[in-house]
């Protein structure tokens, strides 16, 4: 009977760890500081930390890639944000990719319809990031809007153009415009089919990029 048990105990602690490291995942921001705050609001915060510092990599990477500026890459991509056009899924760094992967676990905040994905505006984490944007008037058209539901990064552009400088002080802004503006238009993407991006090294060679936001990225 002893033996019984201890194999089967045995099988639940292998099955334990083997569903661990299959379930890995590797938060390379958490030392950084912290960004988001919703109480009432169901949500992995500390993925949307990652997804936030993450995609201000993808920015300087992509958009500032000269002067590691994260406004600056805020204000640059917001032409491909408020267009048809999805970001270069070949120069997205490994480390996103992953994050991407993790975020479509947050079944809740997005809705799927034919396999593609927008982001569930009627989420309790959106009414949070809506309700502490910094600029009250941002507030009240990004309430209207989904109230009526006419919702669309479009018609939220016009007004979000004038304070888009603002996001990397607005921690909620910038959460909201990471997932609504960057992540959804990533989210059906097979990246197990894209190569990841490469850089010439110093011996001539082409290597994949390495997610390491460089020192200067810190610049605002």
Known sequence: MKTKQFTLLLSITLLLVTSC?????????????DTIAC??????????????????????ANYSRKTANVSQGYAAYMSTAL???????????????????????????????????????????ITCLSDNFLNENLQTTLKALISTNSM??????????TQIRNATKDKFL???IALDMYYSKLMDI???KVPLPLELTKDGTLTPVKPQLPPSA???
């Open 218 to 220: 810190s610049k605002q």
């Open 190 to 192: 097979d990246f197990s």
């Open 174 to 176: 910038g959460t909201f």
């Open 152 to 161: 669309s990064p479009k018609l939220f552009g016009s007004p979000l153009r």
């Open 83 to 125: 267009s048809e056009r999805i970001p270069n899924a070949n120069a997205i760094s490994e480390h996103t990719r992953k994050v991407i992967a993790e975020l479509k676990k947050e079944k809740d905040l997005w809705v799927i319809s034919n396999g593609k994905y927008t982001l569930n505006y009627h989420n309790d984490l």
């Open 39 to 60: 109480n009432n609001a169901p949500a992995n915060i500390e993925l949307m930390k990652e997804a936030l510092y993450s995609f201000e990599y993808e920015l300087i």
């Open 21 to 33: 490291k299959n379930n890995s995942f590797e938060y390379k921001y958490a030392d950084k500081e």
